[in-house]
């Protein structure tokens, strides 16, 4: 399968099978996509908690009802002391490294048949309290990983797009 075509074919699953886990190879690919995607000066501020035990999943329910019964959520940060100040001083990088990270890992799970739904329905900062996380470390969304329950489709909005000239300008 090319990309482009990878691409359009994932999309965000809303129903996983609980008893089916990530095998441990394919995670670490998943990992290692994210290891290698390109950060602003190289400073790879992100760090990524991978939650499958019992209580980690259980700390995922209460901070979100958007796990949609996946085996397995990777929390996706990183460390604002890392991050690359732009010009300026008005922008850092580590919000949009990390959004970098994650998608990579998001494009090699659909490229090994794992299913993904990015999610952002939660408070970072109880997210970040109930990870015991230091206070330089920000959460930036949490990633469901997992194999879709029977039945389970995209929503009507998936295929949906504006039309590209509505998207790009050529200057």
């Given amino acids: 399968m ?3 075509e990878l691409a359009k074919k994932r999309y965000s699953c809303k ?4 008893d089916k886990r990530v095998d441990k190879d394919m995670l670490a690919k998943i990992l290692e996509a994210g290891q290698v995607a390109p950060t602003a000066k190289n400073s790879q501020p992100q760090h990524i908690y991978v939650m499958q035990s019992e209580k980690a999943l259980k700390l995922v329910d209460e901070l979100t009802p958007c796990r949609y019964g996946a085996p397995v ?3 996706v940060t990183y460390d604002s002391k890392q991050q690359f100040t732009y010009p300026g001083n008005k922008y850092t990088s580590g919000e ?5 990270v994650a998608t990579h890992m998001m494009l090699m799970a659909a490229a090994l048949g794992v299913d993904s739904c990015w999610l952002n ?9 109930a990870l015991q996380l ?5 959460v930036v969304l949490l990633m ?3 194999y879709a329950a ?6 009507p909005t998936h295929e949906k797009t504006k039309p590209i000239e509505e998207l790009v300008t050529y200057c």
């Fill in 150 to 155: 029977e039945g389970t489709r995209p929503t």
């Fill in 96 to 100: 949009e490294d990390a959004s970098i």
């Fill in 2 to 4: 090319d990309f482009l």
């Fill in 121 to 129: 329905f939660f408070d970072p900062d109880k997210a970040a309290a």
């Fill in 73 to 75: 959520v990777l929390a």
């Fill in 144 to 146: 469901d990983l997992g």
């Fill in 15 to 18: 129903r996983y099978q609980p």
């Fill in 134 to 138: 230091p206070e330089n470390e920000k």
